[in-house]
């Protein structure tokens, strides 16, 4: 509990535009700075060099930094559904609402995608993407069996709660969840993920899925092909074993990762 309360503390200070972690460490970082800064430019005027001096640009907290965390939500759900779709290879695959700079550009280093999204996509897209504006919860559904594969990552959470422009409503990832399967042709795969844990609404960023209510929903539609989840420290675990107690104690996860490729039947 001590822990989610600091998570959360961060959390409100990160968006208002203080990361008091990296504030910490740059502090920490900045005599090393100064003194790294003095050493080589006396070594700078000793030895010919084709670069001029130009401006300071101190990253005195990157000191600290490691090679890269290879864990968390976002880190495993891209790679994990991106292997999936490599070995699967449909002939069409469209993406709806998933991190452009993540999964989809995973994806786009092997193949075509068209990428579906409800905010304006600026600028010109690399060649094997394709964009088109669309509403997830639009009614009445356009594109009704339009895909044999499509994707939706950590995307039906956020509908409805206002954060990206969208409008409020309470009921929207409903209305999300019925025209994902609309779109999808009989026999299509959903590549699906959303957060994992005790039911809730941290209002604006996500809702958090119990997985007692969210598998019933799954399994009128589809069947499961695969499952694995992301668990409180980050950590894939995969595979799931499908055991009744733990999926309805969504796998012990406070805010875990429910990760899915589903069958439409």
């Known amino acids: ?13 990160y968006q208002f535009g203080w ?28 030895t010919p060099s084709p670069f001029a001096w130009g401006k300071l640009r101190p990253c005195p907290a990157d000191r600290f930094a490691d090679a ?37 550009a995973h994806v786009a280093s ?12 600026p600028g010109p897209l690399p060649r094997n993407l394709r964009f088109r504006r669309q509403d997830l ?10 895909c044999g594969s499509l994707s939706c990552l950590s995307v039906l959470e956020h509908l409805g709660l206002g954060r990206y422009g969208d409008a409020v409503d309470p009921e929207a990832y409903l ?8 779109a999808l042709k009989p026999g299509g795969r959903l590549y699906f993920s959303v957060p994992i844990g005790p039911g809730r609404i941290e209002f604006d960023a996500h809702r958090v899925f119990d997985l007692s209510y969210l598998l019933p929903l799954i399994e009128e539609k589809y069947l499961v092909e695969a499952l694995a989840y992301v668990n409180d ?12 107690g733990a999926e309805r104690a969504s796998f012990g996860c406070w805010f875990g990762c429910g990760l899915f490729v589903l069958k439409k039947k």
């Open 1 to 13: 509990m001590k822990h989610r309360w600091l998570r959360g503390l961060y959390h409100w200070a």
């Open 110 to 121: 092997f193949r075509e995608l068209e990428v579906w999204d409800l905010r304006p996509q």
């Open 19 to 46: 990361d008091g972690l990296r504030w910490l460490q740059a502090w920490r970082g900045l005599p090393a700075f100064l003194r790294n800064r003095a050493r080589f430019k006396r070594q700078w005027k000793r």
């Open 233 to 244: 420290e980050g950590d894939l675990v995969e595979p799931a074993g499908r055991d009744q």
């Open 137 to 146: 919860t639009q009614r009445p559904w356009p594109l009704n069996g339009y």
């Open 175 to 182: 209305a999300g969840w019925e025209n994902l399967h609309a």
């Open 68 to 104: 890269g965390q290879a864990r968390g939500h976002y880190f495993h759900q891209d790679l994990w559904a991106a292997q999936r779709l490599f070995a699967n290879q449909p002939d069409q695959h469209v993406d709806a609402g998933s991190r452009v700079d993540g999964f989809v």
